[in-house]
């Protein structure tokens, strides 16, 4: 087995399975000025909470990080767009200089003033973190005189990873939950979390919960509004998918209001299957719910299996590459393209722990390469030595796949089709399928003769 060549200084963040006895760094701080796909604390905080639809998102710093992370996911709202608008107080040389406090509360005054929403979200970028700006105290004094919720988001950027930005938007929700009144909430609720209503997945997901006879109190924070936020703590389980995301809001939860969670995913058949039977379980006091599921489960795999077939008859053999944000979604995405008959020989992620990557070893075959916060370089040289077919990842990565003449999956934030669900699992292998067998590729340097469908 040929090795893989490691720079010395990323070695203890890269594994390969087979070669050597496990052991990989992760959650280790990305350098000054380096490219890594990984984001910041800033834009971790961001993805979280941007899709609560009825409420105001202000960025308080240059207008840069504003339009870094605008629009930034394809996440879905049914009723209020104002999560889509991108709000920033564009500090400036003077600002800097002299303190950028008033510059914010008049912002904020105004903003609420004009699209009068439920509640608002202040991020604190670098500079921030950097000239002190007392930004709790502001949002106090808006909160008091407004009469609505405005929350501080602690996001500087330089102070850790995309993980912590993750949990600093955990605590600006959780100052929320609980403040609003529990209406008739029923005995099988709970709270769906780390789903952001991508394309629609949320809906889709909600429904399948909806059939099994069970009551979805809040999304966090998919086509979120903030009043079901505030009364979420009276549902009786948590359900979380994105887990790096919402597990520390999940954690706050069963601490301080006694609601269990559950981890999922609902990805590929096998795992959207085993999360609803998990939810089914835990309500296991009602054996109605656990019929429902039995046959909703039943009725959708029978409905989709044979144009899987159809695909893994085409693309079985095929070589593909992960790399995402959780380590969790990679898990279902082996599953997935396993149900198609493709073998994953790469796979990574960015907020990866080492429980994770235990996991994802065990669930790789020899000779696959396990990576941590990779960078462009990497992720194309261990694409060209393992003759990759396709890569799963986000659009970051897009651009490095087609150069290579590699077949792409977008899985990330700026997706249009769902992913989620057994209809999902059908849109993933028409687009495993509709990438792989283009005959585009037949153009790359790399490839001789292309794909014959």
Same mark, same amino acid.
């Given at each position: ?14 594994? +390969? ?7 990989? %760094? ?89 699209? +009068? ?26 909160? %008091? ?8 988001? +602690? ?56 059939? /099994? ?42 601490? !301080? ?42 009725? %959708? ?18 070589? @593909? ?59 194309? !040289? ?30 990330? +934030? ?5 992913? @989620?669900?057994?209809?999902? /699992?059908?849109?993933? @292998? ?21 794909? !014959?469908?």
């Amino acid at each position: 087995m040929k090795s893989i060549q490691i720079l010395k200084e990323r070695k203890r963040q890269i594994y +390969h399975k087979g070669e050597e006895a496990f052991k990989i %760094e992760c959650g280790k701080k990305s350098l000054a000025g380096s490219v890594s796909q990984r984001a910041c604390v800033f834009c971790g905080s961001r993805v979280v909470l941007y899709p609560i639809a009825d409420a105001l998102h202000l960025i308080h710093g240059p207008i840069g990080c504003a339009s870094y992370t605008w629009d930034i996911r394809g996440a879905l709202s049914s009723g209020p767009q104002l999560h889509r608008m991108s709000f920033s107080t564009d500090l400036q040389e003077r600002d800097i200089i002299f303190g950028g406090e008033k510059k914010l509360y008049q912002a904020l005054v105004k903003l609420i003033e004009l699209y +009068h929403p439920n509640a608002a979200f202040v991020y604190a970028t670098c500079i921030i973190g950097i000239i002190g700006d007392d930004i709790d105290s502001v949002c106090k004094r808006v909160t %008091e005189e407004k009469g609505i919720p405005v929350l501080p988001v +602690h996001s500087e950027g330089f102070k850790g990873t995309k993980k912590d930005g993750y949990e600093a938007a955990c605590e600006a929700l959780s100052q929320l939950v609980g403040t609003g009144l529990i209406k008739n909430k029923g005995k099988y609720s709970l709270n769906i979390m780390g789903e952001f209503n991508i394309a629609g997945e949320a809906w889709t997901i909600k429904k399948y919960y909806e059939k /099994m006879g069970l009551e979805v109190s809040a999304i966090f924070t998919g086509d979120g509004r903030v009043d079901k936020i505030k009364s979420s703590h009276g549902a009786k389980l948590n359900v979380v998918q994105c887990s790096g995301s919402m597990l520390h809001l999940a954690q706050i939860m069963e601490e !301080k209001y006694g609601i269990p969670y559950i981890r999922v995913s609902y990805f590929g058949i096998e795992d959207m299957s085993k999360a609803l039977y998990d939810v089914a379980d835990f309500f296991k006091d009602n054996l109605q719910i656990m019929k429902q599921t039995r046959e909703l489960v039943l009725k %959708e795999i029978k409905a989709i299996s044979p144009e899987i077939k159809k695909y893994k008859k085409i693309l079985s053999g095929k070589r @593909a590459a992960i790399y995402v944000g959780g380590a969790f979604k990679a898990f279902s995405m082996i599953k997935a393209l396993r149900t198609l008959g493709m073998e994953v020989v790469l796979a990574g992620s960015q907020t990866g722990n080492e429980d994770d990557y235990k996991l994802l070893r065990d669930m790789c075959e020899d000779g696959t390469v396990i990576v941590d916060d990779a960078n462009p370089l990497e992720l194309s !040289k261990y694409c060209l030595e393992k003759k990759v077919d396709l890569f799963v990842g986000g659009v970051k990565e897009r651009p490095m796949a087609y150069k290579l003449g590699i077949g792409f999956c977008d899985h990330n +934030h700026e997706r249009k089709i769902s992913l @989620a669900g057994y209809s999902g /699992m059908i849109n993933f @292998a028409k687009e495993v399928y509709s990438s792989v067998t283009s005959p585009v590729w037949q153009f790359a340097p790399r490839r001789k003769g292309g794909y !014959k469908t």
